[in-house]
């Protein structure tokens, strides 16, 4: 019973032992280094174990080569070397002659590694250098027999099941004087020194190239490390960034793909941390624009048991009027929201000259104002009407906000030498400072008012810049201090399908 228990306990070990082992393993194979050392170090297997086999195939070709060209050099030697003879002795030439003239020539000859000359004078064997031949073609052996029986010139290749000769290679060249063959020089050659030389050649390269590839894995394992290190950089700095530390960044050096990736990565958090920023202010803000009508609807409805009828009534008005600025808030913050979506704008073709009379004939009914209508371009351009007519009452209603009655709003539209649209409202009013002029457009800003004060949530002129921004056009403000102001938005006469976001 306890054995049976030590060896459950031992299996479980096991079993624990190689879970974390496979863990271990996959974690380090997740590693994009590991995968692309093993992917190189396959690859490089895969080419080495090709080019091993072709490299022998080459070496084994250049070394038959080498001997047959050996073989020819020889021959072609001995013929230099008798041709004098043969011209001098053709009518009176003997055995003895051409004995003497053959031994001179292997006495001052002598041959490589793995080489034999041989001398047939007669039909029969003579001598050879070195004078120890192997058995395979020594006197009275069947190639030797083949010799001497020559007439004409031979060459040939003959295997061998001796390890130490293996192949023989020959080249027999006949001597002739008046059509007699009166002697046979054979130059032969025996493979398998050079055959040893080419394995030694061969396990060189096979050990260099295994060298090679361990030290070009060792090279790539550590420029990996440099190479990657903009990755690892990306990965601890996504890690440690949270909402209170959006001000992490990476650093960018040199050029190329991951010094790319760092730029993006940048630009992506500077706009998300710039969301984000925006998001909480808008919340923040929102909080304190609703703060206010709650508590009077709350104050208010806590008046609502007094039985007067006349002060419940002013209750009642009080409360829905606070519910409806609520309402006004809540329907231009989901406009601002919907400024980011595909299906915000409805482009269609517009005339600017009607668009602008009816902005005209409209606004001026909102308050006594020196109304003009000062310029109105007569084109087609494609917007979102709607849109655009609400960017003009949200100005016109922010003119009349800072003139008085005295005072005169001027609204008109033209076109630019640039080929951009324009349409301005300019009031005479108090203008703006420098200080003012850039926090205009923040959402629920209210600047300081001249004129009837509206129940304004302060997102008008910030509904007015999304509307623009959506339509790729920009706006531009003009304005000093006791000078008036100009609001100008620049529109482009057509949207393009890759730069218009357009509904159905």
């Known amino acids: 019973m306890a054995s049976f228990r030590r060896a459950i306990k031992g299996l479980f070990r096991t079993q624990v032992l190689w879970r974390r082992l496979a863990v271990f393993g996959s ?14 170090a396959a690859m490089m297997s895969g080419m080495i174990t090709i080019a091993i ?93 083949q010799w001497e029986a020559l007439t004409s010139e031979s060459r040939g290749r003959v295997e061998t099941s001796d390890p130490s000769i293996q192949s023989i290679i020959y080249y027999a060249s006949p001597l002739t004087i008046d059509g ?112 206010t009508p709650i508590t009077i609807v709350r104050g208010n409805i806590e008046l609502l048991h007094e ?34 979506r595909s299906d915000f704008l409805r482009i269609k073709v517009m005339n600017v000259a009607r668009f602008t009379q009816d902005v005209f004939r409209k606004v001026e009914c909102l308050a006594p104002r020196l109304w003009s209508l000062s310029e109105v371009a007569d084109l087609a351009i494609e917007a979102d009407e709607q849109r655009l007519f609400q960017c003009m009452i949200n100005l016109a209603v922010n003119a009349m906000q800072h003139t008085c009655p005295s005072e005169s709003i001027a609204i008109g539209s033209s076109v630019g030498q640039d080929g951009m649209v324009r349409f301005w409202i300019e009031d005479s009013g108090e203008g703006l400072s420098e200080d003012l002029k850039k926090r205009v457009f923040d959402r629920f800003f209210k600047g300081p008012c001249r004129g009837e004060r509206t129940q304004g949530s302060g997102l008008g002129l910030s509904i007015v810049k999304a509307i623009v921004e959506a339509h790729h056009s920009r706006i531009e403000l003009a304005s000093s201090l006791g000078h008036g102001s100009r609001f100008t938005l620049v529109v482009p006469k057509a949207q393009t399908i890759s730069e218009t976001r357009t509904g159905r």
């Open 27 to 40: 974690s380090q194979f997740a590693e994009t280094r590991t995968r692309l050392i093993i992917f190189y």
């Open 53 to 145: 086999p072709i490299g022998n195939r080459q070496i084994i070709r250049l070394v038959a080569d080498r001997e047959q060209r050996n073989l020819e050099e020889v021959i072609e030697n001995f013929r230099d070397s008798l041709a004098p003879f043969i011209a001098a002795n053709s009518s009176r030439v003997s055995k003895q002659n051409v004995e003497k003239e053959l031994n001179q020539f292997l006495t001052k000859n002598f041959p490589e590694d793995d080489v034999f000359l041989i001398s047939i004078v007669g039909s029969a064997f003579k001598t050879s250098s070195p004078l120890s031949l192997p058995a395979q073609f020594r006197p009275n052996s069947s190639l030797m027999r």
């Open 180 to 291: 007699q063959v009166v002697a046979v020089f054979v130059a032969v050659q025996t493979t398998a020194g050079e055959l040893r030389e080419a394995d030694e050649v061969k396990n060189l390269l096979t050990w260099l190239f295994i060298g090679f590839l361990l030290f070009s894995l060792f090279l790539t394992w550590l420029l990996s490390n440099l190479v990657l290190a903009p990755l690892r950089s990306l990965a601890t700095t996504t890690h440690s960034i949270g909402e209170s530390n959006l001000a992490e960044r990476l650093p960018v050096s040199g050029h190329g793909e991951l010094a790319e990736i760092s730029r993006s990565f940048n630009g992506m958090m500077d706009r998300l941390q710039a969301l984000i920023t925006s998001q909480k202010e808008l919340i923040q803000n929102a909080g304190h624009e609703l703060r």
């Open 307 to 340: 039985d007067d009828e006349e002060s419940r009534e002013e209750t009642i008005r009080l409360v829905l009027d606070e519910v409806d600025r609520m309402s006004r808030i809540i329907d231009e913050l989901v406009l601002l929201a919907k400024t980011d």
